[in-house]
């Protein structure tokens, strides 16, 4: 009986894996084993014999009972431990989609949110048009005839006809001006809206690119004013590069559209060849506007006797320059990654319209 102990002690101790475990079980404790077998010959013995051998055997089943569920444990954890080591992974490496993929809010959607914000604050509803325009929307019904000067002076991208067909090209919109007559058309007066969007012209160096953004703005009523115009731009300009009152000059300008027209200068200075918008006596072109020429409220369907209003035009992209001290535009266009996390607002730091409504 001791030898059959140690075998299978021994055996038990040496088994490498579960399946070895359970067939060491069925040949000793199982219903055929070893020990099992034993036990059935007790019934041959002497009552004497059997009161000696009896204990023992049992004792020696349980014995071995509790050495092979000791060891399924062990065996467990072992198994355990190994797919532990296997399947290790360094907690403190950097993600690899979502934190690495979060993206910025480009600065030319920031601050389109940014005026739009300000405007909806003084009663102006957001208005929208098509980027490839029609002649008329984008020159005729502005007061800009085909012979006129100002065709020429912007750079235009023409659309192709098909041969033969002698209309008048679309056009890649030169400016968002076209929005005032489709919304005008589609609303009547009074109405208050700005229109941002982009723009086409053929030109490029540091301060042009063949793409750009503009914001209309266009207020109709009773009886609008320059005076509400000034109030109106000046108003802008304070909130949105945050200055205490900052102040505009009207130079007087030409526009086919308005009547009179005006272009606007804020107030800034240079100092070590930083540029401060809001001191000194320098002044930076921002904008063109005017009174909206009773043609134009006419070629809209409104009535120039009983409506009149002002519009301006705006570049984005210059007014983000200006107020994030962005200095080359063309790298606005770029999508180099570097560039846009540096200058790129995070959509959970900053409330925009675009990265929703989250402040
Ligand atoms: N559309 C003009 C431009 O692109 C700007 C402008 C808009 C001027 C509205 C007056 C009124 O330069």
Known sequence: MDDLRNKYLAAIADAGDEASLETLRVTAVG????????MRELGKMTPDER???GPKLNALKDEINSALAAKKVALADAAL???LRGEW????????????????IHPVSQVMD??????ADMG??????????SDWYNFDALNIPGHHPARAEMDTFYMARSEGDNRPPHVLRTHTSPVQIRTMEAQGAPLRIIAPGRVYRADYDQTHTPMFHQIEGLAIDRDISMANLKWVLEEFFSVFFGLDGIKTRFRASHFPFTEPSAEVDIQCSWVDGQLRL???????????SGMVHPKVLQAAGVDPAAWQGFAFGMGIDRIAMLKYGIPDLRAFFDSDLRWLRHYGFSALDVPTLQ???NG
Do not use: C, H, N
């Open 89 to 104: 992974l360094d907690v403190t490496l950097p993600g690899r989609g979502a934190a690495r993929g979060m993206g910025t």
């Open 124 to 133: 102006f509803a957001v208005a929208e048009g098509p980027q490839v325009e």
């Open 114 to 119: 940014e005026v739009a914000a300000i405007f």
């Open 81 to 83: 431990d190994e797919r």
């Open 51 to 53: 009161q000696i051998a």
């Open 355 to 357: 990265g929703g409504l």
């Open 31 to 38: 219903k055929k084993g070893e020990i099992s077998l034993k």
């Open 278 to 288: 809001g001191e000194g006596d320098g002044w930076l072109e921002v904008l063109g």
